[in-house]
């Protein structure tokens, strides 16, 4: 719904613009109004490549991880039965599909003419896996502090650190150098700043 409603507006407005004279005698200025008000805007460089790239690549690694875990839960790979194993298998696949954050990262990050594409590959691997942990320790935290059962052990969180330094850094890497030597996506090849 929300597509044809766009749909609508932007053929309004390049109805609109296909009826204005632009031979007028007079050279009158024409009004902006529609997509023409925000064309500047949409089609301007970024100036935060590394920032966008990142959430476009974290965003992409989520969608793989979410959508392959829906897959093997509709052909009842994972089920209620195994106690744990969604857990086990979204980690595993978190760690797997690192490569796809890198890769998509610095395929966009490339595309906007980037020109640090090593700290791309960089933050790109360190930053969500940072989040993460923090969070997941503020959480324990709290729980730990009202004497919950449910708090985390060290040694787990030990684990967890060690799986994605030492899996979802590397693949994150390898996907990121990939990307870059896959260079500029051909779909989209903005101005130069």
Request: net charge positive; hydrophobic share 50%; charged share 15%.
């Amino acid at each position: 719904m929300v597509g044809l409603v766009v749909l609508r507006a932007v053929r309004r407005d390049l109805g609109r613009y296909s009826a204005i004279d632009l031979d007028d005698e007079l050279g009158s200025v024409q009004e902006d109004f529609g997509w023409k008000l925000i064309a500047n805007e949409v089609f301007r460089p970024c100036r935060k490549r590394t920032q966008l790239s990142l959430l476009v690549g974290c965003g992409a690694h989520l969608a793989a991880v979410a959508s392959v875990t829906l897959l093997f839960a509709l052909f009842a790979l994972i089920g209620p039965a195994n106690r744990g194993s969604l857990t086990t298998v979204m980690l595993v696949l978190y760690n797997v599909f690192g490569a796809v954050a890198g890769y998509v990262s610095s395929r966009m990050y490339a595309s906007l003419h980037g020109e640090a594409p090593k700290k791309n590959m960089a933050i790109t691997a360190a930053v969500p896996g940072l989040v993460l942990f923090g969070v997941l320790f503020l959480l324990n935290l709290f729980l730990i502090g009202t004497g919950s059962s449910g708090a985390v052990p060290f040694g787990t969180f030990v684990a967890l650190g060690a799986l994605w330094l030492l899996i979802d850094v590397p693949v994150t890497v390898i996907g990121a150098w990939i990307g870059i030597r896959h260079g500029v996506s051909q779909n989209t090849q903005p101005a130069k700043p």
